[in-house]
């Protein structure tokens, strides 16, 4: 059974600095990791989809890296802001059946003007 | 087609009463998936749907769960006999078989007084 783990639970950073936010996964058959933006009492928001092929993926301030052999993904936000506050969770596919999901349990990022 | 559709976004109902969501996933999704997720934690799979083949189930979904997907395009979830233990949002999700990444809705939020 694929368990998903996200470190640190929170965050609180100022304004303007880069963050590394990490996820470790038990099963490394996986299809794709993807990363969710989740705003409080919302639906999930996709951030980036990283293939099991792939190393690593970038959108805008946001990356986020794989390593399939080691079980850990991380996403690195350069240059923080006030908007970035949100939780984000990590979520993995599994290889076999329907790529089933398995979601972490998120970190909550506060970032302080 | 702008995304998927969760109704209502909120509901306040009284133990005992019996309540159901839709969800209306993107209209070329041929699957759909219900998770739901409590305060401070990740989403947890509840049921997965293809068309409207029910394939897999949770056993988190107790014998007052059921959902149901007619002529595979909408989903509804029903919860019979709710419990204050059932309050929780309820997240709706699709995808595309052989695409990557699911999209998701907004979420139902359920409190049960």
Partial sequence: ?113 | DTGVSQDPRHKITKRGQNVTFRCDPISEHNRLYWYRQTLGQGPEFLTYFQNEAQLEKSRLLSDRFSAERPKGSFSTLEIQRTEQGDSAMYLCASSVQGSDGYTFGSGTRLTVV
């Fill in chain 1, 1 to 113: 059974k694929q368990e998903v783990t996200q470190i640190p639970a929170a965050l609180s950073v100022p304004e303007g600095e880069n963050l590394v936010l990490n996820c470790s996964f038990t099963d490394s058959a996986i299809y794709n990791l993807q990363w969710f933006r989740q705003d409080p009492g919302k639906g999930l928001t996709s951030l980036l989809l990283i293939q099991s092929s792939q190393r690593e993926q970038t959108s805008g301030r946001l990356n986020a890296s794989l390593d399939k052999s080691s079980g850990r993904s991380t996403l690195y936000i350069a240059a923080s802001q006030p908007g970035d506050s949100a939780t984000y969770l990590c979520a993995v596919a599994a290889s076999g059946g329907y790529q089933k999901v398995t979601f972490g349990t998120g970190t909550k990022l506060q970032v302080i003007p």
